[in-house]
């Protein structure tokens, strides 16, 4: 089962992005034969257009040119070992070593250490490694990398909005959910299975943030060097901003929730501030809710949720009794904090 996970990813890639790198690679091919006919098959160009179609214009890029240095250093190793040592077989295991120790001196990244290597390797394997012949091989994998980067231009260029608006509306949505939770859980008494289960899936909020900025961020990488970005910038500027309010919200609810857990006992659901604070989480929940309405994101928020912001007037409490105020202090601050982010201030 280890393997099988290992392999396997939990999503196939999209059908176009195979496609796209299957139209590469033969245009690679085809157009290598058609431009350097003599020598051996175009392995370097068709190897370089497959791995140039990435998930975005602008990773495609990078992964060009560090398909050509890898290429050009290796070529370039590999070619002053041929002629000082030949072709034999171990030459092919020296070349692999220096190249790899060669990288690692001038302190490329992993994946061109590896690019180094294995162009290193294919040269002496698959050529005489004359001087003509390693030229031929770089000016291979320039023309396969512009191959790759043009059928990932054409071919409707990637755009990541859409996840990122996913990521964001369900992040959302478990605010909201995770405040009314919190809310019936102040109105009645709770056991401790009750309370571990409510911070336990509190908690679930962090990883869900860091998937929302994760989104974001390979939705702007998607827009860089992007023809059709013009229209979906201001969207995704939207999706970033109500993220940067939402952000502080999750460290509040997480806060409150905590105190509760932690101060709780069976009387406190008996306070009428807590009551009343019950009351204001729904109206918060109803705001986030409204927010990601208004930033248009993927799931509409209930139907009951309305138009207009509920956290509009002010809340005074009655004074606590016993030590429930240390409780009721934590989770008022932290409601006060939420109020700001979600009205902006």
């Known amino acids: 089962m280890k393997v099988m996970a290992a392999i396997r990813a939990q999503r196939r890639s999209p059908l176009l992005h195979i496609v796209k790198s299957a139209v590469a690679t033969l245009a690679g091919w085809l157009v290598a034969l058609v431009l350097i006919p003599e020598g051996p098959p175009p392995v370097f160009a068709a190897i370089a257009a497959l791995l140039v179609v990435q998930p975005s214009l602008n990773q ?3 992964k060009g040119v560090e398909r050509s ?13 041929a002629l000082l040592l030949g072709s034999a077989p171990w030459v092919v295991l020296l070349a692999i070593v220096v190249a790899l120790i060669g990288s690692w001196a001038l302190k490329m990244t992993p994946a ?32 396969g990398a512009v191959i790759g980067f043009a059928v990932n231009l054409v071919l409707v260029p990637p755009i990541a909005v859409a996840p990122a608006h996913a990521k964001l509306d369900a992040l959302g949505a478990e605010i909201a959910a995770t405040m009314e939770r919190l809310a019936a859980a102040l109105e009645a008494p709770q056991s401790r299975a009750q309370r571990e289960e ?21 939705a702007t990488d998607t827009l860089a060097l992007n023809p059709r970005s013009r229209r979906h910038r201001g969207e995704l500027d939207e ?6 309010r939402l952000s502080p919200v999750v460290t509040q609810v997480l806060g409150m929730t905590r105190a509760f857990y932690d101060r709780y006992d069976d009387d406190v659901s008996r306070e009428s501030a807590v009551i009343g604070i019950a009351e204001q989480l729904r109206r918060a929940a109803h705001d986030v809710r409204l927010a990601l309405r208004q930033t248009g994101t993927a799931a509409a928020p209930p139907a009951q949720t309305t ?7 002010p809340y005074t ?3 606590p009794t016993g030590d429930h ?10 409601l006060r904090r939420i109020h700001e982010e979600i009205t902006e201030g």
């Open 325 to 334: 105020w240390i409780l009721i202090g934590a989770l008022l601050e932290d």
């Open 317 to 319: 409490i009655a004074a």
């Open 198 to 218: 409510l911070l336990l899936t509190a908690r679930l909020l962090r990883p869900m943030r860091e998937q929302a900025e994760s989104a974001i961020d390979d």
């Open 307 to 313: 138009t207009l912001p509920a956290l509009t007037r």
């Open 60 to 62: 495609s890029l990078l």
């Open 112 to 143: 061109t250490t590896n690019q180094v290597g294995i162009s290193a390797m294919l040269v002496i394997a698959l050529g005489a490694a004359t001087p003509d012949y390693a030229l031929m091989r770089v000016v291979e994998t320039a023309l």
């Open 239 to 244: 999706v970033r901003a109500l993220l940067e």
């Open 69 to 81: 240095i890898g290429v050009l250093v290796g070529v370039i190793i590999a070619s002053l070992l």
